[in-house]
């Protein structure tokens, strides 16, 4: 039994780095349109950059199950990215600063037919898996001297679909805070302490769906400190 489970275990192994090879030498370039307009300046004290664009992509490559169950690569179809993304910043008050980065974009499958176990899907016009269309990130900094530095962060990660047919579900997305706190010992050595996700809140790294197991989630990491030291020599 063990002889015969290795060797048809092996054979499979064999089967699907053959087919991962097949479809990976069989890789076109892909061909990509960009455009983008922006404008960035000084307004009543707040600085900004407002950036809007489109990324057409055609024969990108997009992940498939092959008849052995092995994930490969393919040239597939055509994706469209396109979004506005708006940074602002401002010094509030003496020595305490805001920041603040903020993205809005769709990610879509503009053409992709695949075929695989004899089934066809056809996920054209549906939006692409694991993309949030929101995302941003949002800093608060004291700067109390140049030997010392605090800042608060907010982290916030929008709902996105877990499966390309956008028939599995959705992951709601999450909100994190981070503190940041550094202070220089002397001109050259620096002690840094970090405590990352300081409400505890429990989230998604990243999120899929698969029709054997349903929804996947890989989870992210708990209130985790760090404390570290930067040297100058």
Known sequence: RGTGGTALTDSVARARAQSQFDASSNLKPIVADQYELGTRGNAYGWNYELVGYQLTKRNDLLGRRDETGATVQTNNGTTRHRGIELALGKELVSNLRFDTALSYAKHQYLDWVTT???????????EIEASPRWLSNTRLTYIESKKRQSQFEWVRVGDYYLDPSNMGGKYSGHNLFNLRHSESIDQNLSVIIRVMNIFDKRYADSASWSSSNGAVYSPGLPRTFYLGLSGRF
């Open 116 to 126: 695989s176990s004899n089934r066809t899907e056809n996920y054209s016009g549906k």
